[in-house]
Structure formats: structure tokens, C-alpha cells
């Protein structure tokens, strides 16, 4: 059971007790023992860790002692520390993990490199944002004859490193997952290999799993094959910076694959949409920090075409393997999404009416498709993209491949 807890400290008249940040805790724990301290090390509103010494029983309620006094909340900083403490997220890796880590070396090796097809000459790129520490995931792309195209996606290929019932691993399954906080990134792996070796860094050779793809000129899939393989990125480019290379004539070859790749994922984005996806291009926000960690600046992230190309190769890639398991009858966890809820739909679609919106039948996908695409530029877009994403069920994680409505995908995997 859980028994470390974060809250704001409060003082009645004769007793020292902390409210829980968490809602689902609903008892005030009791600090006895400081309120007896001639000088509580603690101010009445700080924010601090406390842990439960007495579990609350019918006519008591729970109490507990002051682990840890986070400071006031309306300090900068403080609010994350109490989130890390609050979801008792790891700061450190423990001396095992780092010193495996450490002896993975800061380089590809030969023997790494043996039995892998080798990239290195291709014209790999990665797009980012520009505050990215870690680069996972990279393209090239090239015409082949018959004008159609070779599209190679590359994922940094952790699983070289992070080998089953290792420490790695064991660290890796324990955390679950990197976790980004405003102000920093709580990494799943150690920097030796999150901003390191699994990092596509330009100019230095990096091992990935990769999807080899030829496309007819309308981005109609005719090959999908899969290797492991040897890269070495040519350029690291922020979607800043993709994008006005995107916005004018191209310069030297790097410059006019970004732009063959522009027109191709367009390409892809459209029979996605043909067959169905949802365009539900809610607003999102980054809120950004001064050195003091104090508010300074909350920008609206566009959903721009540079975002659009990596999103487009990386729906791809992620459908090709989701096939690729599927054919091979290998039990995986897919990524799914079922069809909203018909009432919740109903509603929507009544609202929509009242402000003059003919929403069609929001129940039939493309109908539904069809009425979010045409509220680009209205005053009320998005409020009714909103509205329709609260009707629809969360995507989740399921051995069963039932597919993802949102997505138009039968087959999809993360």
C-alpha cells in the first residue's frame, strides 16, 4: 500500500494536519509529533511529503510524520517536485543500471554493425522539436523508376543494447515509460543511451530496425520489407527549421527530399482522410520557462506541414508492423480505438444544428470526417472538434488488433 503522500500543510487551532494534492484521498492526515516541535521545521501552506503512520479506522482519522518539506507552492520549481513526489517518479538509476550502461561503450562498433544492412550513404534526416535532447526516429527518401518512390523510415534500435532480464531491462520495465515534466524529461533509459547511442545524431553512426518501402507515385504501399540496420544522419533539422525549407525553393539535395517527402506524405494524409481518419486538430499548447523556472511564455503548437510529414512516415511505418505481426499470427499489444458513443454523437449533432452546422450523420465515419474537415476557419471549429473528440472512446492497448477508428487503420501498433 502506498503510504508516502504529498499535500499542503494546514494548522487548526492545536493540530498540524496535511490536505492530500491527490482527490482520490479524501481523510486530512494528522501530524502529531509536530505540532509538539518547540519550532516546526514547516510553514502553514507549504507543500511537503508526509508519510502515514496510522491508517484512519472508523473514529480515527489517519496520521502521519513530515518526510519532507517541499517549500511554498507559489515557488518556481515546486510544483513539479511535487508531482515527482506525488507519483514517487525515479530521479536517479541505481549504480547497476548506470555502470551496464556505461559499458555499452560510446560507440558503434564493427561488431555492432556486423550482419546489419548498411545506410550510411543514404540521405537520412531528422525533425524534431527544437528543444529535443533525443532524436529516436529518422527518413530518407529517393525516386526509383516507374516514378515511383523508396521510403525508408528508421527507429533507433534500443533492443541492441537493453538485452531481456538485464538490469536495462529490468529498470526499463519498472519505469514504464520516459515521463516529460514542463521543465525536464524523466528518462526510461540512462543519458548513455536515451541522449547517446539510441540517439540519431547527425554525423555519427547509429544502429535502427527499419522499414524499407516502395510506393507507387501516389503513396500506394507495394513493398514493405524490414531489416536491422547501420545509419548515419546527415542533418538534424527542428520543425522550425523543416518548415521554411517547406515555405521556399529548395537548395541541394538534402533540402529537395524534404520537399519530395513533403508532397508524398501530403499524398498519404489524403487517402487517409478519403478512407476515413478523423481530422481532430484540437488546439495544443507548450508552456515555456525563464531560468528562474517562473511562467514566461505559452505558445499555441501548429499542427504545420512539417509535423505532418514525420506523423504521415510514422503512421505508416507503425501499420506496416502492425501487418507484419498480424501475418506472422505473433501475439502483440496493438494500439486500438473504438467507435464513439452514438448518443454522445446525437447530441453533438443537435448542438451543431442550433448554431446552423449540418453535421450529417456523425455515426457514419466518413460523414463524420467529412463535417470536421469543413469547420476549418469557422469561429466555432474548435469547439466542435472538442465536442466530438468527448464523444469518442479513449484509444487503448489490447492483444486484440480490432483496429483504430480514429485513425482509419485496421491493423496499428505504437
Known sequence: ARTQVV???????????????????T???????????AKPKA????????????????HNAPEGKLLEVIGS????????????????????FPG???????????????????????????????IDPVDARDFDDAISLERIEGRRWRLWVHIADVSHYVTPKSALDKEARQRGNSTYLIDRVIPMLPEELSNELCSLKPGVDRLARSVEFVLSG????????????????????????????????PAGDI?????????????????????????????EHKVLLDAKGRLSEVRRVENDVSHQLIEEFMLLANEAVAKEIKRRRVKAIHRVHDK?????????????????????????????GKFLAGLKGHLLADVFRIGYLRCMKRACYSTEPIGHYGLAKDDYVH
Not at 507552492?73 to 536517479?92: C, F, H, K, N
Not at 504501399?221 to 547501420?230: C, I, R
Open 27 to 37: 481523510h486530512d492526515i494528522y501530524l502529531p509529533k509536530l505540532g509538539q516541535a
Open 43 to 58: 510553514r502553514r501552506g507549504d507543500r511537503v511529503v508526509v508519510e502515514i503512520t496510522e491508517w484512519p479506522s472508523r
Open 218 to 249: 501516389n503513396g500506394r504501399v507495394e513493398q514493405a520489407k524490414f531489416h536491422s540496420t547501420v545509419i548515419c544522419s546527415k542533418r538534424r533539422f527542428s520543425y522550425e527549421e523543416a518548415m521554411a525549407i517547406l515555405s521556399r525553393e
Open 340 to 368: 464513439p458513443d452514438t448518443e454522445k454523437l446525437d447530441d453533438l449533432r443537435a448542438r451543431a444544428a442550433l448554431m446552423g452546422l449540418r453535421a450529417g450523420n456523425l455515426a457514419d465515419q466518413k460523414q463524420a
Open 96 to 126: 547497476k543500471v548506470k555502470a551496464e550502461a556505461r559499458r555499452l561503450g560510446a560507440k558503434v562498433t564493427e561488431a555492432d554493425r556486423k550482419g546489419r544492412r548498411d545506410c550510411r550513404k543514404h540521405c537520412v534526416v531528422t
Open 255 to 283: 533540402e529537395r527530399m524534404l520537399h519530395d517527402a513533403h508532397r508524398l506524405a501530403q499524398k498519404l494524409r489524403q487517402a487517409r482522410f478519403r478512407a476515413g481518419a478523423l481530422d481532430l486538430d484540437v488546439p
Open 73 to 92: 507552492p507559489s515557488a518556481p520549481g515546486v510544483d513539479v517536485e511535487s508531482v515527482i513526489r506525488q507519483y514517487e517518479l525515479p530521479t536517479r
Open 7 to 25: 499535500g499542503t500543510l494546514e494548522k487548526s487551532r492545536q493540530l498540524w494536519y496535511v490536505v492530500p494534492s491527490d482527490p482520490r484521498i
